[in-house]
């Protein structure tokens, strides 16, 4: 039977001009996780995507496991990263299990694909190791590009999903409310939430003006304090009591 997650492998090949903006996430999220979970030694992370996390992730803990439950996408990366020394468990997140428990747990872009994203958050609480630390990404619909588009006429509705958003299977857009919503319904308070990568204007606008890469890096790190307005929004999260 066909995995129906493996249409969206075209996703993630390199030939799609979102890639300037996945990129630019990709690389910058794992740096201000790497940072908050200094000494930890093992992470659970959720999807393989792009592969660039999981590339960067495994340079800082011993132990890497990443859940996909696509073998296309699976293929797509031992491909792309033939040297990568990442585990790989193939399996849908609904039915993963281990006794392991983790350090970190990374859910980087993956809310925003899952039919039931509180059962999912609840799901993998159990995976955490006592003490251990949970991070979420999603994308923000109300990014300051999306914003300005709406005040001019040009998108009625910032919740809309585009054709890239179906090709890479999202279901839904996130605000930072609706994703602080999702989180303590999961049964987990939030630690901090920051802004990745502050994008004015659109992906097209963005590759013409061709910015030197200090800019882009100052885009990101200006970012972290505006979440609201931001393409990414990043959260740490800590279990609670109540569940």
């Known amino acids: 039977m066909e995995n129906t997650l493996d249409n969206h492998v075209k996703a993630y090949q390199g030939s799609n001009i979102y890639d300037f903006d996945n990129v630019i996430q990709l690389k910058w999220y794992p740096r201000r996780v790497v940072q908050s979970a200094e000494g930890a030694s093992s992470l659970l992370e959720l999807g393989l995507g792009h592969g660039i996390t999981s590339s960067v992730f495994e340079q800082h803990f011993k132990r890497h496991v990443v859940i996909d439950a696509s073998p296309a996408v699976i293929a797509n990366f031992r491909r792309q990263f033939p040297e990568s020394k990442v ?15 983790f350090d970190v747990i990374m859910f ?3 809310l925003e694909h899952v039919d039931d994203p509180v059962g999912i958050l609840r799901h993998f609480r159990q995976f955490l190791a006592p003490g251990g630390k949970m991070f ?16 001019a006429g040009l998108l009625p509705d910032m919740q809309q999903l585009s054709e890239h958003d179906f090709l890479l299977g999202h279901k839904r857009y996130y605000t930072v409310d609706s994703l602080r919503d999702d989180i303590l319904q999961a049964g987990y308070s939030i630690k901090r939430v920051e802004g990745i990568y502050l994008k004015p204007l659109t ?3 963005m590759i013409a003006l061709n910015l030197d890469e200090s800019i882009i890096d100052a885009l990101c790190q200006v970012a972290i304090d505006y979440p609201e307005l931001s393409c990414g929004i990043l959260a740490e999260l800590t279990p609670t009591n109540d569940i």
């Open 136 to 151: 979420v990404t999603v994308p923000n619909a109300e990014v300051l590009n999306r914003k300005l588009g709406h005040l």
């Open 87 to 101: 585990e790989i468990a193939e399996s849908y997140f609904e039915e993963f299990d281990t006794s392991e428990r």
């Open 203 to 205: 992906t097209r606008q």
């Open 108 to 110: 980087g872009y993956i």
